[in-house]
C-alpha cells in the first residue's frame, strides 16, 4: 500500500494545569506554563502508528502550526512512531489568531502536496473544544469523513469508521481518500520508550510558511474578552419536595 | 538466503553507525555547549524528554501500586518488566554490547561461495569475507550518561523506592562489568540484560563484613582453569532473582598481603551449582527489593569470568561506587521530593485553629527547610553526575552527595510525618511508607559514617597538597 497518513498534532496548555486568565481579560496564561501535545492527537498519533506497523499504510507524517515551540510536540509523535514532520511556522499575530479555519487550509494544502490517502486528527483541542479542523478539512478538499471514531479500519480502499454518537453508536463505511478525528476510546496512546526519543532526533522535521502552501491567514474571528467561568454559588438546604418546588418556583425556575 | 541476511545485518549496522554517530555527535554538542558557556543547570531537550518519560511512569504506574508492593513484600516483576521495555533500566550499558547473531549462523557459512562486504563501523572500515566468522552486533544498551540515568532514578523513587532499589541494584551489577570487562564478557552478561528483562546483582557484603570490604573471608582457589568458591554473601539486593552476580572474593590468603592484590572479581552465572540462596529477608522498608544471603559451596567458576585479572578486585569493587553513588543519592532526593510533595498538599487541605496548617508559621517553616533539603541534595547529586561525566574523578562529590541526600531524606521523611501529624503514623497515608524506606539511604552503598572518612580523606588530601 502506498498509503500516506498525516497526521495533524497540537501543541496545548497540558490537562493538568490548572488555567489562569491574564489580567487584561485578553486570554489565558501561557508563559512558562507546561504545555504539551493534545490528548486526542496523541490517540491520532497512535492510531497512525498502528496502522502502519499493520503494513497498512507506508509513512505516517506528522504536521502541526506555530512557533518554534510546536517543535516539541512534533518530537514526540516521531518518538511514537511517526516517520516525519512538517512544522508549519505561525507566529505573534498570526498565531494569536490561529484557528480551525487556518489550520484546516493549511492541511488541505498539505494533504496535496503530500498526496496524503488519510488525515487523522484529534476530534478537537483541550483549550478551545472547537471541534472544527476536521470537519473543515474534509469539507474544504472534499472528502468523506468519519469522525469521532472509536474504531477504524481500512478495508482495501475503503475505510469502515465506528462513530460515538449521541444515541449509541453508528458504523460507516467511507472511499479513501478520508479525513477520521480521534475519539477518546479508539486507542490508548503508547509512552515513547528512551530508545524512540533517541531514534526520533535523527528523524527529518521539514519547515514551511502558510505563504508557501498560499494560505490566506486572516481570520474572521475577533476575540473580545476572556473571563473565568463564574465562581459557584452555596446552594441552600431544603427541609421537603414542598420546599424545594416553592424555592424553584420564587426563582423563577418552574 | 544468507546473503540477504547478511545486507540486511549490514545495512543495520549502518544505521547504528550513524545512530552511534549522531548519539555521539549529540554528547560532544551538549558537552562543548557546557564549556563554552561554562556552568549551566539547563537540561537538554533530550534530557527533558527521557524525564518526562519516567515521571509519567513513575506517576501513573508505579505510584497505584506502590502501597500493595509495601504490604506484600512481592517482587514488582511487572514493574520493572514495563521499565525495562520503555528502556528505563540498563540506562549504562553501552550501545556496542548486543549478541552477535552470527553465532548461531556459524555452521552455515562454510557452504557460501566466497563473497566480500564491506561494512562502515564506529572503527572505521572493516572488511569481512566467507571465509571468517562474520561477528555483526545486535544493538545493545543505551550508553547514557550517568546525569541522565539520575535524571530518570530520581522520577522512578519519587514513585516508589523499593521498585527503584530493585531497578539500580542491576546498575551496580553491571557497573564492574561495564568498567573492567573485556568484550567477550560484556557481550555474553550485559548482552543478555538487553534482550531480556533479567536482573543482575553484586555480591561483596557479608555477614561478618560490610563496611570493611577488606574484611571479606570468602575465598577463591585456583584448580587448573578454573576457581573454587567457598563463603557467605549477605543483604545482597536482587539475591534471589538475579541471573548472575559480580563476586567479590579473596585469592590471596596471606594476611600480609595488601588490598590491592589479594582480591578477586568474578561473574557467576545464578545457576552454577554450590550456590544456595537464602531466604527473602523481610526489612524496614523497600520491602518489595528482594535482599538475600547466598551462600557458595564448592562453586566452580571458569578463568574466563575474572574480570580483568587475579588480584584486581578490590580497584574494580570500589570503582564502581562513584558512578553508581550519584544515582543513589538521586533516588533518596526522589523519596525527598516525593514527602515534600505529600506534605505540602496535606497543609494546604488540613484546617486547625481555623486556618490551613500550611498557614501557621510553625508548619511553613518545616515545610521551608525539607524544600532547602531537597533542592541542595539534588545539586550535589547533579554535580557528583556531571563530574563524572566530564572524565573527572568525582569521589569527593559522589560521597558528599550520597552522604547528603541520605541524611536528608531520613529528615525531610520524618518531618513530613509530622505534618500529617497523627495520620502520619497510619499506614493509610503514604508518609509512614517513606520515613521507613528512607532509613537504608543511610546505610547502603556506603554507610553515612564511611562517606564521612572519605569526604575528610579527599578534603585534607586537597589541603595538603
Known amino acids: ?254 | 538466503m544468507l546473503f540477504s541476511k547478511i545486507l540486511k545485518s549490514g545495512v543495520g549496522t549502518a544505521l547504528r553507525f550513524q545512530s552511534n554517530a549522531v548519539a555521539a555527535s549529540a554528547r560532544a554538542a551538549t558537552a562543548v555547549k557546557g564549556s563554552h558557556g561554562g556552568f549551566s543547570f539547563d537540561l537538554t531537550d533530550q534530557q527533558k524528554e527521557f524525564q518526562e518519560v519516567a515521571r509519567k511512569f513513575s506517576r501513573e504506574e508505579i505510584i497505584p501500586v506502590a502501597q500493595d508492593y509495601d504490604k506484600s513484600a512481592e517482587y514488582p516483576v511487572p514493574l520493572i518488566r514495563r521499565a525495562w521495555e520503555l528502556g528505563l533500566m540498563n540506562a549504562h550499558i553501552p550501545e556496542d554490547c548486543g549478541r552477535s547473531i552470527f553465532n548461531r549462523m556459524k555452521i552455515k557459512l562454510h557452504h557460501i561461495c566466497s563473497f566480500v562486504i564491506i561494512i562502515m563501523t564506529q572503527n572505521g572500515v572493516c572488511v569481512y569475507s566467507s571465509w571468517k566468522q562474520i561477528s555483526v552486533p545486535v544493538p545493545g544498551g543505551l550508553g547514557l550518561s550517568i546525569f541522565d540515568a539520575c535524571l530518570i532514578t530520581e522520577e522512578l523513587a519519587y514513585g516508589c523506592t523499593g521498585v527503584q532499589t530493585a531497578i539500580e541494584a542491576n546498575s551496580l551489577g553491571q557497573m564492574p562489568v561495564i568498567l573492567c570487562g573485556n568484550d567477550a564478557q560484556k557481550k555474553k552478561y550485559l548482552g543478555r540484560l538487553t534482550e531480556e528483562p533479567l536482573m543482575c546483582a553484586y555480591c561483596v557484603t557479608e555477614p561478618g563484613a560490610g563496611s570493611d570490604v577488606a574484611g571479606i573471608k570468602t575465598r577463591a582457589e585456583k584448580k587448573g582453569d578454573e576457581y573454587i568458591v567457598n563463603g557467605q554473601k549477605m543483604w545482597i539486593t536482587n539475591g534471589g532473582k538475579a541471573n548472575w552476580y559480580f563476586l567479590l572474593t579473596r585469592t590471596n590468603p596471606d594476611p600480609k598481603c595488601p588490598a590491592s592484590k589479594a582480591f578477586t572479581g568474578f561473574i557467576v552465572d545464578a545457576n552454577t551449582p554450590g550456590i544456595q540462596i537464602g531466604r527473602k529477608e523481610m526489612n524496614m522498608g523497600q520491602k518489595c527489593s528482594d535482599t538475600r544471603g547466598i551462600t557458595f559451596e564448592d562453586v566452580r567458576i571458569p578463568k574466563e569470568n575474572v574480570l580483568i585479572g587475579e588480584g584486581a578486585g578490590f580497584k574494580i569493587a570500589m570503582g564502581a561506587f562513584d558512578r553508581t553513588r550519584p544515582p543513589v543519592a538521586a533516588g533518596a532526593t526522589g523519596l525527598a521530593q516525593r514527602a515534600l510533595d505529600e506534605a505540602t498538599k496535606y497543609a494546604l487541605e488540613r484546617k486547625t485553629f481555623g486556618r490551613v496548617i500550611a498557614d501557621h508559621q510553625a508548619v511553613s517553616f518545616i515545610l521551608a527547610e525539607m524544600t532547602m533539603k531537597v533542592e541542595l541534595a539534588r545539586m550535589a547529586y547533579q554535580r557528583a553526575a556531571w563530574e563524572v561525566d566530564q572524565g573527572r574523578r568525582n569521589t569527593y562529590y559522589a560521597s558528599i552527595a550520597k552522604a547528603f541526600a541520605g541524611d536528608i531524606a531520613n529528615q525531610v521523611a520524618s518531618d513530613a510525618v509530622q505534618i500529617f501529624g497523627g495520620n502520619g503514623f497510619n499506614s493509610e497515608y503514604p508518609v509512614e511508607k517513606l520515613l521507613r524506606d528512607a532509613k537504608i539511604y543511610q546505610i547502603y552503598e556506603g554507610t553515612a559514617q564511611i562517606q564521612r572518612l572519605i569526604i575528610a580523606r579527599e578534603h585534607l588530601g586537597k589541603y595538603q597538597q
Open chain 1, 1 to 254: 500500500m502506498t498509503a500516506r497518513v498525516l497526521v495533524g498534532v497540537k501543541r496545548v496548555i497540558d490537562y493538568a494545569v490548572k488555567i489562569r486568565v491574564k489580567p487584561d481579560n485578553t486570554g489565558v496564561v501561557t508563559d512558562g506554563v507546561k504545555h504539551s501535545m493534545n490528548p486526542f492527537c496523541e490517540i491520532a498519533v497512535e492510531e497512525a502508528v498502528r496502522l502502519k506497523e499493520k503494513k497498512l499504510v507506508q509513512e505516517v507524517v506528522a504536521v502541526s502550526c506555530g512557533p518554534q515551540q510546536v517543535q516539541e510536540t512534533i518530537r514526540t509523535a516521531l518518538a511514537m512512531g511517526a516517520d516525519r514532520g512538517i512544522h508549519v511556522e505561525v507566529s505573534g499575530k498570526d498565531y494569536d489568531s490561529l484557528g480551525p479555519l487556518q489550520v484546516s487550509k493549511i492541511l488541505a494544502a498539505l494533504a496535496k502536496k503530500e498526496e496524503a490517502s488519510l488525515i487523522i486528527l484529534g476530534k478537537q483541542a483541550i483549550d478551545d473544544d472547537c471541534n472544527q479542523t476536521g470537519q473543515m478539512t474534509a469539507a474544504l478538499l472534499d472528502w468523506p469523513q468519519g469522525t469521532f471514531a472509536s474504531e477504524l479500519v481500512i478495508e482495501g480502499d475503503k475505510v469502515k469508521v465506528v462513530r460515538e454518537i449521541d444515541g449509541g453508536l453508528e458504523t460507516i463505511k467511507l472511499n479513501m481518500p478520508v479525513v477520521v478525528t480521534a475519539d477518546l476510546r479508539l486507542n490508548t496512546p503508547r509512552y515513547a520508550t528512551l530508545p524512540n526519543i533517541m531514534k526520533a532526533k535523527k528523524k527529518k522535521i521539514a519547515n514551511m510558511k502558510p505563504g508557501d502552501l498560499g494560505v490566506d491567514m486572516t481570520s474572521r474571528v475577533e476575540v473580545l474578552r476572556v473571563d473565568e467561568p463564574p465562581q459557584r454559588q452555596a446552594g441552600v438546604k431544603v427541609e421537603s419536595v414542598e420546599d424545594l418546588v416553592s424555592k424553584l418556583k420564587e426563582a423563577g425556575r418552574i
